[in-house]
């Protein structure tokens, strides 16, 4: 790579320009204009920052500007080539949000009038792994749920958390980011914001409500012996009182896998695919889970649900006439 002539058919622009400055006006296009989330944001400022830096390191760089590349010497070559630098790394999934970034980016500079065509256009999409998320069985669960010790603080918090997160099917991140106000015990539904700030409004189960409401008095107290009070405090809390991050959900759903003795472990995204997978077994509709989910495309929900082949079976045999 070192040295190679690239091509400067896509510029459109004056020669010399600086990627290191239109990744920037790119994200602040992101932030701005396309109201992406700050994990949006960061995902492709990392990706794209790793582009630049592997292509100044093998000689594709802007004459006066240390650091820096040229935008007129990317062609889809270099795009093949970074790829290539990373596949033996980098499962196919990576290189393939990778490869989102480039194409975003790209797509963004021909807007802009920078670049004729993008060069990332061409570059075929690894093809990804299929792989089969990890989820709970009914029975493991609800032993899951019964794991936290609801007669302390926290672990009346842990079981609100775990009961949340399987009778709402919400993001992890949606759920550290509830307040007060956005629950209607009355009516049992949960106001969450998504992806992009999308706001929509989901079901909460009996059981989920039952934790909360035992849980919610002392936070209270926690809150205000740290006088954090407030009309919006945040739904689940540390023991300082601040908002709990992903991370913190993330390992106290691990703790109490391990305490529930369970032999597989799942994520809290994990209890998102046990959510609709339940839901699909007991025949809900795959649109209605589409949009208890948040998503816009059926297609992501068909990632998100698994029906097992003993429930294939069985619904075909009740329901073909000429299965038997």
Known sequence: MRGVKLSPKFLLSPLGRGVKELIEKFL??????????????????????QFRNFLYSFGV?????KGDVAVDKIDHLAIRAFLS??????????????????????????????????????????????????FLPVDEAFSLMEAPDPKTTWG???????????????????????????????????RVYGKGGKERVVPVGAKAV?????????????????????PRAPLFINPRGTRLTTRSVARILLRHILRSGLLRKVSPHGLRHTFATHLLDAGA???VIQELLGH????????????????????????HPRAR
């Open 296 to 319: 816009v495309s059926l297609s992501t929900t068909q990632r998100y649900t698994h029906v097992s082949v003993d429930k294939l079976m069985e619904v075909y045999d009740k329901a």
């Open 156 to 190: 009346s918090r842990d079981r609100a958390i775990l009961e949340t997160l399987y009778s709402c099917g919400i993001r992890v991140s949606e759920l550290v980011g509830l307040s007060d106000g956005d629950i209607d015990f009355h009516l049992g539904i949960l």
């Open 285 to 287: 509709d795959l649109r």
């Open 85 to 134: 630098h990373l596949y033996r790394e980098k499962k196919k999934s990576s290189l393939a949000r990778k490869l989102a970034a480039q194409r975003s980016f790209f797509r963004y500079l021909v807007d802009e009038g920078v670049l004729r065509q993008s060069p990332a256009e061409i570059v075929a999409t690894p093809k990804l792994e299929k792989r089969l998320p990890s």
């Open 28 to 49: 602040e296009h992101l932030r701005v204009e396309r109201n992406a989330s700050a994990h949006t944001i960061r995902g492709y400022a990392s990706d794209l920052e």
């Open 210 to 230: 039952e934790a909360l409401l035992e849980y919610l008095p002392r936070r209270d107290e926690i809150l205000a012996q740290r006088k954090r009070t407030g």
């Open 61 to 65: 760089r802007q004459e006066g500007k």
